[in-house]
Structure formats: structure tokens, C-alpha cells
């Protein structure tokens, strides 16, 4: 009875298909306005699909016996290979796929009323919107996906879209380059989630997170006191798995995809790769939780790789000077510290805080991180231009986007009482619970993550007067409303309970603020500040001598630690040079050496015997009396035998 | 049985009869002579036809019966032999079988 209730959210799926098959197929003969009206229309019924849902699962139906159940209102069997092997496809509804519903539905939304404005005018503008389309339907099937099956399958579609959105502007090589490094890196890291989930359905005999998280899930138990290399089996598959998200959400050492993605369009990058796709890896964790719970290895591992990102990460935005780039680092040390909070987190209850800190930062951070990459859509629509030092003093002339700017930023910096406070607090705690190293590394990158927003923020939007050549001019309407929208969501997401709604395990908790973690951290974020308004806010010198007091770690910093150089060293000198050229050799020589050695052989064969085909027919007769001959000889023989 | 004829001597002659068929397909240049010799082997073949069915089974029919639809096989068949001859003949200016080999390899 509760399950029919949510039946209708598999119309979110139908109609987003649909509306990218029609303007994808039909996109070139209507008008580009109609087609992006077509997919705007879609995602905004998704939207209210979704906003209805979340209302009737967290505060009528969803509760089951005093816990948030996980419901299947739509299977369908799919592919019966064998009575064991079934795959299915379906909808399930529990805590954090109605979060991430709401999520992917007003992100997505805003993106597209938002990219009228932006990009309006452009050559293609209706395969945008039919790629924004298919990445919508992709999203939302994967965080509705009821076994692992669908959701690698609408993983690898999610990735697809991501890949045509970088490479939209298909005629310019850097565009180009990053889509397929962002594919294959994405692919690469994919191959490990496969290897991951055909063991664990090994072990398991099931994909159904139904089955495998269930009260009576066999997971754990299936694999135990079973180990390969010393290392126990269920945390191989565990890490395994992980590599795939690590490699969706760009945790080193696979995020060199990310940074690179930035050349798609500004509102693909606030919708892709801040908000929705890249967080698809820390999903993925959450939704597989039940399991990597019986492998605490694994955790440690995805806590130390979310520390070392978080701050890793932190370290290179601080000198980038090209402003979606920053943007992307951010993004890259926000999902460290949401991988982090997985990593370092319990099952049930308070135990089960990380868990709830990480989706709480992951809704907060696709808000406001989507509205920074929308506000800095904004300038670079104003100013034509991604390089911060051609900017300064917009605040003028770009008020709206300043004041929605300001407040992302003291959202993602932990200042009260914007959401990134409460979510980043949670956190800390989380962190400090498990292990102190842990916290004083998230805490201070905490502070770096408000010195080089605030960084940006002082040499886009403060400074010297500057003479621009074109006086910017404040953004159309459409783009006003996304941005003024995800504002106010930034504002006061962080309200919302939390711990209330979404748990490890479905049953709500009270979670207790505290002060002496919460204080450091305001502090800290105040610290970075006023170092970024010391050096950014005058005009001066102090930026360069930091610099150049210490100059190794500023090249490294801003070559970003020759990540890039690394992985071509690897895949130049190692993997094409040491396993690249002898396959090709092999193939060259071996594989297609014996085929066209088959073809020579039987080529001289018939040249050197197409002599008895003579057309002479009495030719044929004697060999046709002899082999007769020859037979009754032979019957004879064996008969007299 | 007519007097004094055993099915020995009958075998004799259609034994003759098929491999004179056969040295005449295989030696003669002329395709009327091989059509002839072709000839001579299905006839052959009927006068066995005829005699074993004498022979073994007096009481029943089908061997001769076989033998009257092998005749009228052939007579069919030299008439589209024939056919082919002469449009050969036509083509090649002249029925040597040496000459008809525009099909080979």
C-alpha cells in the first residue's frame, strides 16, 4: 500500500527520455526556443514529481515502524539469463534517493532556465538541451536504480552525457581532449566498479540492493574468512567498487578528468561536474553502506583517499588563477570531505553521523557550489573572459550576481547561518569521533577553502577600478532567477533536520551542536578570510611575496603537483611503450600473420591447381570412370575382407 | 526365355555395350558421337533392367516398366542434347568438344 503510492515517480524517467528522444530527433527543425522549452518543461514536471515525492516519503508515508523504509513501487524482470541471474529494472524510493531526487530535480531545473540566457545564440542549442535531457533521465535513474545492474548502466550513461556536454563545442581541440580524458579516466576507474560488482553478485548471487542490504542480507557473511593476497576478500571487492565512484567523483589520484571538464559550457559545469554526476561516487558509497559496514578496511581506505583529496585539492585552488578551475577544485576537496565523512562513519543511530553528515553536505554543497558555478557563469558572460586578473570590481556592475555570489561563498566557507556551516560541522564532529588527525586536516582545510573563495571573490567582484573595454552588463532574467533561486536555497538548506530525514540506517536521531568544534571552525573560516582580504581586497604586493616566500610549493601548487605529467609518463612511457607495442606487435604480426598467411597459402593452392578445371570434357570423364573404378575396386576389397 | 539365350550371354552384351558407351564418350571428338555413345550406355543399362527383371522376379512388371521410362527419359534427353549441339554449333562454328571449354577455370 505505501509502495503504490510512489508509483507515479516513474513518470520522471518517462517523460525526461522522452523529451530528449523528441528534441533530440526533431531539435533541428523546431525552433531552438521551443526545443529548450521542451526539455525545460520536463525537467520542471520532474521537479514537482520529485518535491511531492519527498513531502509524501519524509513526512506521510515514507515512515515504517518508526524507520524510513526503502520501497519498490515499479520492478520489472528485465533480462532472465538463468534462473539464478536476473536482472531487473525498477524504482526505489528510500531516504537518500528521494534526497538526491530533489537534488539532481533543482539543480537541473535551474541549469536549464538558467542556460536560456547563457547560451542563448549558440550553434547547437538544442542538442545542449537535448543532452541536458538525457544526463537528467541518466541522474535520476541511477539514484533510483533498485539493483547494481541499472545503476552501472545508467552510470555509464551519466558518463556518456558528461562526456558530450565537455565536448560540446566540438571544433575546439582543448574541448575535445578534455571530454575524452574525462571518459576515458571515468572508463578506467568504471573497469574496477565492474570487477566489483560481478564479485560481489559472485559471493552474493543477487544485485538487488533489496536482497543485499536487507535484514537478512547474506553480503558480509558470504564472504567471510575468504582473503586473496593477504587482503580479505570483501574489502577487494569494497575497494574495487570504491575505484568507480573515486573515479565518478575525481578523488586522487582520478580526478585529473575534472579541472579538464571545465571547457563544456559554465551551466553544464554547475550541473555535472559540482553538483549531480560528481557526486554520484559518494552515492554510490551511501547506497552500498549496509555492505562496506563489514569492511572496515575499505572505509579507511575512502576516509584517508577523502582526507588527502580534501586538502590536497584545497592546495592547488589557492593559486589557479582561472575562475572555473578554482570552482573545480573546490568541488574536488568538498567531495573529500563528503568521502570522508562515509569513511570515518558507523551504522545506526548516532553511531551513523558521518553518514548523515556526508548527505547532508552533499545537499548542501550541490546548491551552493551550483550556484557559484552559475554566478561565475554569470561574469564570464559579462566579461568574456575565465582569467580572474582580467577581472575586478564587478560588484558594481553585476549586483544580483554579487550578492548570490557573496552568499555561496559564505555557504561553502562555514560561516553562519548559510548551509555549508551545519553540513561542514557535522562533519568535524564525525571526524573528531573517529579520529583526530582526520579533524585537524578537515580543519584546516576548511580555512583554505575560505581564503581562495574569498580569493576569488575579492579580485572578481572588489579591487581597483578597472576600465573595461565592453562595460559588463548584469545577466537576462532567466539566468537572475536560477541564480537568485539556488540563493536562497543556500541560505537555508542548512535548516533543514537533517538527522531527522536521512540515516545509515532509516531511523531518525538527534544530533547535539557543539560548540567547541564549531567555534575552531568559524574561526578558521574567519582567518582565511581576512588573509584574503589582506592580500586581495588592496591592490599590493603581499599576494606575490607570499608567492614568492616560498616558491617550490607555489610551482607545484600551480602546476597542480604534476598530477597530468604523472599519469602521460604513465601511459606514454609505460603502458604504450611496455604493453601497448608488443600487443600491437602481436596483433601485427601473430594475430593477423597467421589470417594472411591462411589466405596465401590457400591463394598459391588454387593458382597451382585451377589447371584442373581444363573445360576439357572428357577430362572429367576419365576421372569420373577412374574414381568409379577405383571404388568398386575398393568395395570389392573390403567386401572380399 | 527364348531358347538357347542364358542370362549370361545377355549380360555379355549390355557389359559390352557399356564400356563401348564409355570409350566412345571418352575418345570421340565429334559431340554427336559422344551423344551416340551416351546413348549406348543408358541402353545398357535398360537391357539389365530387363533381364534381371526376367530373371529373378518373372511374376512382376517394374523393371520393364523402368526400362520403358528410361527410353523415354532419353528420348527427351537427346532431344535437349540436340538442342545444346546445335547452339553450339552455332557459337563455335563447329561440334569438337576439344573447343567447347569457355567455362573452364
Known amino acids: ?641 | 526365355m527364348i531358347e538357347g539365350i542364358g542370362v549370361f550371354d545377355v549380360l555379355v552384351v549390355s557389359t559390352a555395350m557399356f564400356f563401348i558407351g564409355i570409350y566412345g564418350f571418352l575418345v570421340r571428338k565429334n559431340l554427336i558421337t559422344i551423344l551416340m555413345s551416351v546413348e549406348l550406355v543408358l541402353n545398357a543399362v535398360v537391357i539389365n533392367f530387363v533381364i534381371f527383371n526376367k530373371y529373378l522376379y518373372p511374376e512382376m512388371l517394374q523393371g520393364y516398366m523402368f526400362g520403358l521410362f528410361a527410353i523415354g527419359i532419353a528420348a527427351a534427353e537427346a532431344a535437349v542434347a540436340i538442342a545444346i549441339i546445335l547452339n553450339v554449333f552455332r557459337r563455335m562454328k563447329g561440334i569438337d568438344v576439344e573447343h567447347v571449354d569457355t567455362m573452364k577455370y
Open chain 1, 1 to 641: 500500500m505505501h509502495t503504490e503510492l510512489f508509483s507515479n515517480t516513474i513518470w520522471i524517467l518517462v517523460v525526461l527520455f522522452f523529451a530528449f528522444v523528441i528534441v533530440g530527433l526533431f531539435g533541428n527543425r523546431l525552433k531552438p526556443m521551443l526545443s529548450g522549452a521542451i526539455s525545460t518543461a520536463a525537467i520542471l514536471f520532474a521537479a514537482v514529481i520529485s518535491y511531492t515525492t519527498a513531502y509524501f516519503y519524509f513526512f506521510e508515508q515514507g515512515m515504517i515502524d518508526g524507520k524510513y523504509a526503502m520501497l519498490i513501487p515499479f520492478e520489472h524482470e528485465w533480462l532472465r539469463f538463468a534462473d539464478t541471474l536476473i536482472i531487473n529494472m525498477g524504482i526505489m524510493i528510500d531516504p537518500i534517493s528521494v534526497m538526491m531526487l530533489v537534488v539532481v530535480t533543482t539543480v537541473s531545473s535551474m541549469v536549464h532556465i538558467y542556460s536560456f540566457g547563457y547560451m542563448k545564440g549558440e550553434k547547437g542549442f538544442e542538442r545542449y538541451y537535448a543532452f541536458l535531457s538525457l544526463f537528467s533521465f541518466s541522474m535520476l535513474g541511477l539514484v533510483m536504480s533498485t539493483n547494481l545492474f541499472q545503476m552501472y548502466i545508467f552510470w555509464e550513461l551519466v558518463g556518456v552525457s558528461s562526456y558530450l556536454l565537455i565536448g560540446f563545442y566540438y571544433q575546439k581541440p582543448s574541448a575535445v581532449a578534455a571530454s575524452k580524458k574525462a571518459f576515458i579516466v571515468t572508463r578506467f576507474a568504471d573497469l574496477g566498479f565492474l570487477i566489483g560488482i560481478l564479485l560481489l553478485s559472485y559471493y552474493t548471487r543477487t544485485f538487488d540492493f533489496a536482497t543485499l542490504l536487507g535484514p537478512d542480507s547474506t553480503a558480509i557473511s558470504s564472504m567471510t574468512g575468504l582473503s586473496f593476497m593477504g587482503i580479505s576478500t570483501i574489502t577487494w571487492v569494497m575497494v574495487l567498487i570504491f575505484m568507480g565512484g573515486a573515479g565518478k567523483s575525481a578523488m586522487f589520484p582520478l580526478h585529473i578528468w575534472l579541472p579538464d571538464a571545465m571547457e563544456g559550457p559554465t551551466p553544464v559545469s554547475a550541473l555535472i561536474h559540482a553538483a549531480t554526476m560528481v557526486v554520484a561516487g559518494v552515492f554510490l558509497v551511501a547506497r552500498l553502506f549496509g555492505i562496506y559496514i563489514g569492511a572496515p578496511d575499505a572505509l579507511a581506505v575512502i576516509a584517508f583517499i577523502g582526507a588527502f583529496t580534501s586538502l590536497f585539492a584545497a592546495i592547488i585552488a589557492v593559486t589557479q588563477n582561472d575562475i572555473k578551475r578554482v570552482l573545480a577544485f573546490s568541488t574536488i576537496s568538498q567531495i573529500g570531505y563528503m568521502m570522508l565523512a562515509l569513511g570515518v562513519s558507523g551504522y545506526g543511530g548516532e553511531e551513523g553521523l558521518g553518514f548523515m553528515a556526508s548527505m547532508f553536505h552533499l545537499f548542501t554543497h550541490a546548491m551552493f557550489k551550483a550556484l557559484l558555478f552559475l554566478g561565475a557563469g554569470a561574469v564570464i558572460h559579462a566579461v568574456h573572459s575565465n582569467y580572474m586578473s582580467e577581472m575586478g570590481s564587478l560588484r558594481k556592475y553585476l549586483p544580483i550576481t554579487h550578492i548570490t555570489f557573496l552568499i555561496a561563498a559564505l555557504a561553502i566557507s562555514g560561516i553562519p547561518p548559510f548551509a555549508g556551516f551545519f553540513s561542514k560541522d557535522e562533519i568535524l564532529v564525525a571526524a573528531w569521533a573517529n579520529n583526530q588527525l582526520y579533524f585537524w586536516t578537515e580543519w584546516f582545510v576548511a580555512g583554505l577553502t575560505a581564503f581562495y573563495m574569498f580569493r576569488l571573490y575579492f579580485s572578481v567582484f572588489c579591487g581597483e577600478n578597472r576600465n573595461y573595454e565592453k562595460k559588463p552588463h548584469e545577466a537576462p532574467v532567466s539566468m537572475l532567477i536560477a541564480l537568485v533561486y539556488l540563493a536562497i536555497a543556500s541560505a537555508v538548506v542548512g535548516f533543514i533536520p537533517f538527522s531527522q530525514l536521512v540515516t545509515s540506517d532509516g531511523i531518525p536521531f538527534d544530533i547535539h551542536f557543539h560548540w567547541n568544534i564549531a567555534l575552531p571552525s568559524i574561526g578558521i573560516a574567519l582567518v582565511g578570510i581576512g588573509i584574503a582580504a589582506w592580500m586581495y581586497l588592496k591592490p599590493g604586493t603581499a599576494a606575490d611575496k607570499m608567492a614568492a616566500s616560498m616558491p617550490g610549493l607555489y610551482k607545484l601548487s600551480l602546476n597542480k603537483f604534476y598530477i597530468d605529467e604523472v599519469w602521460l609518463w604513465i601511459t606514454h612511457k609505460i603502458i604504450f611503450k611496455g604493453i601497448s607495442t608488443p600487443i600491437a606487435w602481436f596483433d601485427k604480426h601473430v594475430v593477423d600473420g597467421s589470417m594472411n598467411g591462411i589466405a596465401w597459402v590457400t591463394q598459391r593452392v588454387s593458382e597451382k591447381s585451377k589447371g584442373l578445371q581444363s573445360g576439357q570434357l572428357q577430362q572429367y570423364g576419365y576421372a569420373m570412370v577412374l574414381g568409379a573404378v577405383a571404388f568398386v575396386l575398393l568395395l570389392l576389397y573390403w567386401g572380399a575382407r
